[in-house]
């Protein structure tokens, strides 16, 4: 699930829009998914946790089309930028984050005071780097590769914690029994969404794809609508997989490139020295009385 921010706008689009106000269409979207993280943190703390883990897939679905709707309709804004960015920390920084904390992290205290403050401080981790994650990739708009983003975004990151929980749940589980393993996802996700490691960003589709593309869609719907919790689960694992994946791909493939290189150098500069090696070896067999007597 991709951060999608909207273009940067230039400095006299900037003074145009100070005079007309702001676009009403885009920021209205980004309201609902304000809304929908804000509710889920309420309905944490109240102890409706799958209410809290589908108002977060509900607050990324209009994150998705936010920035969208704002390019087609032609209303980018640096407000709106700011605004997403905003919304991106309270949706998918804060509310995943207490979510865990009212849900599992918050037993570890029963273990004592000191595993008590881990539980309060793996949650402050993870908001932590969601603001960091947000505030590099403002900074980086318009220099980086679009068709990647650098760490995990962190929609997908929300969509982690919460798909985990709205699965145990809907196994008959509940946060007490799985506190001695949500500190370390929490903490995990935290760190992939600051590290560097290369998640596709699904920004640019390709105009054409192969047929086993549509049948893998079509059993990705049906997945999700038998058993929602473990089919989302997967795919976010699947995806916070493919990081790794692609990086150490690509320093493979950068290291290798320059080995071809090489080699087609030497290649290229002994190809001379052979081709003038031919013609005297063509001469000498000529001249071979051996060869004449044969």
Not at 110 to 136: Q, T
Not at 201 to 218: D, L, R
Not at 246 to 272: D, V
Request: proline share 6%; with cysteine; glycine share 6%.
């Amino acid at each position: 699930m991709p951060d999608t921010h909207e273009a940067r706008p230039t400095p006299s689009e900037k003074q145009a829009e100070r005079r007309r106000g702001i676009y009403l269409l885009p920021n209205l979207l980004t309201t609902c998914a304000i809304f929908a993280g804000y509710y889920a943190i309420v309905a944490s703390i109240n102890g409706r946790w799958v209410e809290a883990c589908t108002a977060v897939f509900i607050a990324a679905f209009f994150d998705g089309i936010d920035g969208r709707v704002a390019r087609l309709t032609n209303s980018q804004s640096e407000f709106g930028v700011q605004y997403d960015s905003l919304s991106d920390l309270v949706s998918f920084g804060l509310a995943p984050s207490l979510i865990m904390y009212n849900w599992s992290l918050v037993h570890l205290k029963e273990w004592g005071p000191v595993f008590g403050k881990l539980g309060w401080l793996a949650a402050f981790l993870y908001a932590a780097c969601a603001a960091l994650r947000l505030a590099r990739f403002n900074v980086q708009v318009g220099v980086a590769d679009k068709r990647f983003f650098q760490g995990l975004a962190s929609p997908a990151a929300a969509a982690t914690i919460v798909s985990l929980i709205w699965a145990v749940e809907k196994w008959g589980g509940d946060g007490k029994a799985v506190r001695w393993l949500t500190p370390f996802v929490t903490a995990s996700v935290a760190l992939l969404m600051v590290s560097n490691l290369r998640y596709y960003s699904f920004k640019a589709w390709p105009e054409k794809v192969p047929f086993i593309w549509a049948i893998a869609i079509v059993l990705v719907f049906v997945a999700i609508a038998l058993h929602p919790p473990a089919a989302l689960l997967t795919i976010v694992w699947v995806y916070i997989a493919s990081g790794p994946i692609m990086t150490i791909h690509g320093m493979y493939s950068k290291a290798k490139k320059p080995a071809l290189q090489g080699l087609s150098e030497i290649k290229a500069s002994t190809a001379p020295e052979a081709v003038k090696a031919e013609p005297e070896a063509v001469r000498a067999a000529e001249h071979d009385p051996q060869d004449q007597s044969r």
